[in-house]
């Protein structure tokens, strides 16, 4: 595995996974509502979701309590161990989103927090390749990131492209606002261009429909 040099790739030894849950706690308890990428996600209906980038296991959480199989992976050491304290019976593996092998596929991967733009700049073709090789035919990638950084959505699209990955959808929030040039804020929503096993019914949720036919061929 490739040594880390990134926020990924630098465990912490200050607190700092306290510290990042006490400001999303602070949140909920203003009322604000923290679990919009969860509602995201959820959406699709995945059985099984690859959290990369997972940090203190907010989101992973929040899928996991929807009944969604989900595997966090991340390399900031002091934030996983936050989130095993808080989940211990989930599945928390520390590694590189640029090379980790998680020794499964997923019908989702996602990258929340801004990951794509805390990577080490100049790996980010290898990270979204890592990425899309953990993808069952048919699955996405779900990816919000800022856009006020060196790596934008043209490069990004690219690196997707160059994976094998088709672009379906692109939202400005994850509540599903519509994208514009305008916005500074991109949810992206990438398909593995791999054709999909024989699928259950349509989704009525139009945030599924994207997600085309199940990869799970439905029961008898």
Not at 124 to 136: M, S, W, Y
Not at 159 to 183: F, K, M, S
Not at 193 to 211: G, I, K, Q, Y
């Amino acid at each position: 595995m490739t040594e880390p040099t990134s926020r990924w790739g630098v465990e912490r030894i200050d607190g700092r996974g306290a510290d990042y849950d006490t400001k999303w706690e602070a949140l909920a308890a203003a009322g604000a509502s923290v679990h919009g990428e969860a509602d995201f996600v959820a959406a699709f209906a995945p059985r099984g979701v690859l959290d990369a980038g997972c940090g203190t296991g907010r989101v992973a959480i929040e899928l996991a309590s929807r009944g969604i199989d989900v595997v966090g992976i991340d390399l900031d050491g002091a934030m996983l161990d936050q989130a095993r304290a808080k989940a211990p019976e989930l599945a928390w593996l520390r590694g590189s989103v640029r090379d980790a092998s998680v020794g499964r596929s997923f019908d989702l991967v996602l990258t929340a927090g801004n990951v794509m733009i805390f990577v080490e700049p100049g790996t980010e073709t290898e990270v979204v390749r890592n990425l899309a090789g953990h993808l069952v035919p048919g699955g996405l990638l779900v990816s919000g990131f800022q856009l006020d950084h060196a790596y934008d959505l043209d490069r990004y699209d690219a690196d997707c492209g160059a994976a094998g990955l088709d672009l379906v959808a692109r939202h400005a929030t994850w509540d599903g606002e519509p994208w514009t040039t305008a916005d500074d804020y991109a949810v992206s929503v990438h398909r593995n261009a791999r054709p999909a096993r024989p699928s259950r019914p349509a989704p009525t949720d139009p945030r599924r429909a994207v997600l085309g036919p199940s990869p799970h061929p439905t029961n008898p």
